[in-house]
């Protein structure tokens, strides 16, 4: 049914950016939470950021605050993650997740029921 589809990661030097895309179909009519999530070799997964495609604040976990940009675009079905400053701690796989109902506080693995494949990001220093 949900189909979430990452792009747009690569290898990159400390300090760069890079721009992460997620493509999603077959998601519910209503409002929806989108998230970005990363796991890291040997590290479990952990929240990024989400958006809610009714409006409202965005969310950043505080590890990427003030580096990382997540939006959405026209249609709201395409969830973007602008980051910039990157360091080599943020290297991870990213994937993208959506929950059918307006985001709950913070980021929770347990609150998302749809995931992409996943995008590698890899910041060398």
């Known amino acids: 049914q949900v189909q979430l589809v990452e792009s747009g990661g690569g290898s990159v030097q400390a300090g760069g950016s890079l721009r992460l895309s997620c493509a999603a179909s077959g998601l519910a009519a209503g409002y929806n939470c989108l998230a970005w999530f990363r796991q890291a070799p040997g590290k479990e997964r952990e929240g990024v950021a989400r958006i809610y495609t009714g409006g409202g604040g965005q969310f950043y976990a505080d590890s990427v605050k003030g580096r990382f940009t997540i939006s959405l675009d026209k249609a709201k079905t395409t969830v973007f993650l602008q980051m910039n400053s990157l360091k080599p701690e943020d290297t991870a796989t990213y994937y993208c997740?959506?929950?059918?109902?307006?985001?709950?506080?913070?980021?929770?693995?347990?609150?998302?029921?749809?995931w992409g494949q996943g995008t590698q990001v890899t910041v060398s220093s």
């Open positions: 997740a959506a929950n059918p109902r307006a985001c709950t506080t913070g980021l929770r693995i347990r609150d998302f029921l749809d």
